[in-house]
C-alpha cells in the first residue's frame, strides 16, 4: 500500500487493487493483492490499516457507496471491484479504564504510523502511508470524588462528619480534575493536527524528492533521445549514400540492358525480314511449279466430259458397294436398294453438274404442332454443318409430307472417287434418321 496515490512499479498483470481513502489525515491507501477483491473480508482489511495507520480496528469504520462495512462480511457482500475507493473514518471515543488506586485513566487512541511498514496476509499486502511516526502516549487524569472513611489521627478516631474545608477541598479537586480533563482532550487534538501537518509535510519532501528524481530521469532520457536521434540520423545518412549508389550502379546497368536489348530486337527484325522474303519466294516458286504442272498435266491428258465422269463414278461406287455396275436410266437418275426397303436414289442434275444422293426418310409429318416442331428442330439439330448426315442435308415437303436427307458431288472438280467415298458413310446416316423419325411420329391407330 502507497499512500497519496503513489503507484507501485512491481505491479503485475495478475494482481488486484483497492484503494482506501482516510478521512483522519487525507492520505489514500492501495491495497495491493493476488486474487479476487470479493473475497476480502472486513475484519483483514482493517487489520491492514491497523498496521498502517495506527488505529485499531474497533476505531475504523470503513464504507464503500455510503454502506457501511461490517465485520462478517466480504467484499462480494458490497459488491467490491478491482479499483474500489473505500471511505476510513476513525470512530471517535474514549476507552477507560481504572487503575487499581480507585482512578479513572482517560486514554486517546494512538495514530502511530510506521514508515514503510508491510504486512502479509496470505496473498494480499498492504504498504502504509509514508508519514512520520509520532506515537503519543495517554495521559493520566485522575478523578478522585468524595469517599468517607474511617480512620486514626494520633489514635483518634473520627465518627463525625468531615469538616466544610473538606468538603470544599473535595470540590476544588473535582474542578481541578474537569479542567485538567478537558486540557487533556484539547492537548490530544492538538497534538493530533501536529501529526497529521508533519506527515503532510513528509508526504510533501517525498514527493518533491521524487518529482526531482523524476526531472533528472526525464532529462537524461531527454539527452538519450538526442543521442539515438543523432545515432540514427548519422546512420541514415551512411545508408542514404549507399542506396544513391546503388540506385546509380542500376540505373547504368538498365541502360546498357537497354542498348543490348535495343540491338537485339534489330537483329531480330531484320533476320525476320530476311526469312519473310524467303518465304515469300519459296511461295511464288512453289506456285510457279503448281501452275506449270496443272499446265502440263491438262496437255498430255484429254478432257472428259460429263457424262464420262458419271460413268466413271458410278463405275467406283459400284465397286466400293459391291453391286453390279450401276447406270444412269433415261431420268439421269439409278436406285441403290437398302435392307430395310429404303432405297437410296443417284441422280444427275446437267444444270448444275452435279451428282445428287438422296433417300426418304419419312412420308408423313405430325399433325400436332408441337410435336411437328420438336421433330424439325432434332433434324435442324441433326443437319448443323453436316455433322450426322455424313456432310450432307436434310429437307421437308410440306406438300407431299415428306423428308429427304441428301448429299451432293460436284462432278465437274472432283475425281471419281468422291462419290464412292461417300456412299457408305451416308447410307448409315439414312438408317440412322430413318429409325430416329420413327419414333417421333404418333402411332397410327388400327
Not at 472486513?42 to 461490517?70: C, D, H, I, P, W
Not at 479504564?97 to 479513572?104: A, E, K
Not at 526531472?215 to 538519450?224: F, S, T
Amino acid at each position: 500500500m502507497t499512500n497519496k496515490k503513489k503507484m507501485s512499479n512491481s505491479e503485475t498483470g495478475g494482481t488486484r487493487c483497492v484503494y482506501v481513502l482516510s478521512d483522519i489525515d487525507g492520505f489514500k491507501y492501495r491495497l495491493v493483492m493476488e486474487g479476487d477483491v470479493r473475497l476480502l473480508t472486513t475484519s483483514k482489511l482493517k487489520r491492514y490499516l491497523q498496521n498502517a495507520t495506527g488505529l485499531s480496528a474497533q476505531q475504523q469504520e470503513l464504507s464503500f457507496r455510503g454502506r457501511v462495512m461490517q465485520d462478517g462480511e466480504c467484499g462480494g457482500d458490497v459488491g467490491l471491484v478491482d479499483g474500489a475507493v473505500l471511505q476510513l473514518r476513525h470512530v471517535k471515543g474514549m476507552r477507560r479504564t481504572n487503575s487499581g488506586d480507585g482512578r479513572r485513566v482517560n486514554r486517546l487512541p494512538s495514530s502511530s504510523m510506521s514508515m514503510g511498514g508491510v504486512a502479509h496476509r496470505g496473498r494480499s499486502s498492504v504498504v502504509d502511508a509514508a508519514s512520520c511516526a509520532s506515537p503519543t502516549a495517554g495521559l493520566l487524569t485522575p478523578l478522585q470524588g468524595s469517599h468517607p472513611r474511617d480512620g486514626q489521627n494520633g489514635g483518634e478516631a473520627f465518627t463525625s462528619p468531615p469538616p466544610r474545608e473538606m468538603n470544599y477541598r473535595s470540590k476544588r479537586m473535582g474542578r481541578e480534575a474537569h479542567a485538567l480533563e478537558i486540557e487533556n482532550a484539547r492537548l490530544e487534538e492538538r497534538l493530533l493536527e501536529m501529526e497529521r501537518r508533519l506527515a503532510n509535510a513528509s508526504s510533501d519532501w517525498r514527493l518533491q524528492e521524487e518529482i526531482e528524481q523524476l526531472k533528472g530521469i526525464i532529462a537524461q532520457l531527454l539527452r538519450e533521445k538526442e543521442a539515438v536521434g543523432r545515432s540514427a540520423e548519422e546512420k541514415w545518412r551512411a545508408k542514404e549514400e549507399e542506396l544513391v549508389k546503388e540506385l546509380d550502379l542500376m540505373r547504368e546497368e538498365r541502360r546498357r540492358l537497354h542498348r543490348e536489348q535495343t540491338l537485339f530486337e534489330e537483329e531480330q527484325r531484320a533476320l525476320v525480314r530476311s526469312l519473310e522474303e524467303q518465304v515469300r519466294s519459296q511461295q511464288q516458286r512453289l506456285l510457279e511449279q503448281g501452275t506449270t504442272i496443272t499446265q502440263q498435266t491438262r496437255q498430255r491428258q484429254p478432257a472428259m466430259n460429263v457424262a464420262e465422269k458419271v460413268e466413271k463414278s458410278l463405275k467406283q461406287l459400284s465397286l466400293e458397294l459391291n453391286i453390279p455396275q450401276l447406270h444412269l436410266d433415261d431420268n439421269d437418275t439409278c436406285v441403290l436398294p437398302l435392307g430395310d426397303g429404303t432405297n437410296i436414289l443417284v441422280t444427275l442434275d446437267t444444270i448444275t453438274e452435279r451428282l445428287f444422293m438422296y433417300a426418304v426418310i419419312a412420308n408423313s409429318l405430325p399433325s400436332n404442332a408441337g410435336k411437328r416442331l420438336e421433330l424439325f428442330e432434332m433434324l435442324l439439330e441433326g443437319a448443323l454443318l453436316g455433322r450426322d448426315m455424313a456432310t450432307g442435308g436434310v429437307g421437308v415437303c410440306l406438300r407431299n409430307e415428306l423428308i429427304i436427307m441428301n448429299v451432293c458431288v460436284d462432278i465437274v472438280h472432283a475425281d471419281e472417287y468422291a462419290l464412292a467415298s461417300i456412299a457408305r458413310p451416308f447410307m448409315e446416316s439414312v438408317q440412322h434418321w430413318s429409325e430416329a423419325v420413327k419414333k417421333m411420329m404418333p402411332e397410327k391407330k388400327n
